[in-house]
């Protein structure tokens, strides 16, 4: 049985976070292990699910998490994968740094540096990148481009974002330090190449780059209607749903505020666009991800499909790391080899 805990990060912050804990009975004790991490709270209220929570559970609300034993490790790693997963998730839902380090301690009684946190969002962010580059949305013919910007030192970074308003799936985006028609065509261009089709329309706002982009990147096949993405909708589509496309977009470039270098924010800008399809519920989908909801298979639903090996047992399993000599090079590489739970010691060769 399972409930919604909501906690304040930092302290007296007036920051508050929403998380699934589930009770876990360990003797006669029982504590709170984190689920899932929800998002940001509306409130600083914790809203209970529909199932009633257990007295046994509310003399304890406040107990942290019970550290997670028997969780699939990563080579090289002390973490459990789940507990990445679950950092990733909180990353990419608009938490700090900051706040998924003091989350950690108070969770899981695990005090590390954020430089770790932070080696983790790449790592795993170029691992998402990697497992869903294949997949081909089923998307509509009417597309909807926009671009925001952010200040980088004393020059602006552009994002360039185009979606399908019918499955509110993003089909791209694109970060320049420029604002014109290359910018404009090589939006479209990836758009094409995820979708593995043309549109017959795309709505703009009045920036003339899109003049030339969508010429030059569709001809003639594609109309292009001007006059504002997020007023300039086809018959029966609402707008809703873009403008909370828009409000998403707002968050994505407070999260990027910090960093000092195109390269980085061009790789969380991918991570993002995963979260976003992937992972964050969708009101217009049916709270579910847009993925998701126009297709049955997909590389990943969470950030523990992405973070958990391909083939492994779900919370069950170790990696064994053994050496070999390696073809190309004549060096010893590690490879990881993964064992059950059971009958297996986690080996660091030397």
Known sequence: MSFIRAKEIPPRSGN?????VM????????RQKVIRYIGKSGSGHSALSSSR???SLASTYNEPATPLENEARIP?????ARQIASAMGMYYSGMSLDAIQQQFRQDHDLDMSESNYWNWVKRFTREAIRQTKDFKPEVGDTWVADETYMKLGKRN???WDIICPETNYILATHVSFTRGGRDAKQLMKLAEQRAGKTPKVVITDKLKSYIVGIEDAFGA???????GPFKTVPSGESTAEIERFHKTLEQRTEVFQKYKDIETIKLLTGGWLINYNFMKQNEGCG??????AMSKVVPCKDWNDIVIPEGA???DYQVRLTRRKSVKKGKLVLDATLTPVEVSKEVVPK
């Open 16 to 20: 508050w976070y929403d998380y699934e």
């Open 23 to 30: 009770g876990v009975r360990k003797g006669k004790k029982v």
């Open 53 to 55: 929570t257990p007295a």
């Open 76 to 80: 090289k790693m002390k973490t459990s």
């Open 157 to 159: 970074v552009y994002f």
């Open 221 to 227: 096949d594609t109309k292009h209607v001007q006059g």
């Open 287 to 292: 709270n579910i991800p847009p993925a998701q």
């Open 313 to 315: 047992p779900d919370n």
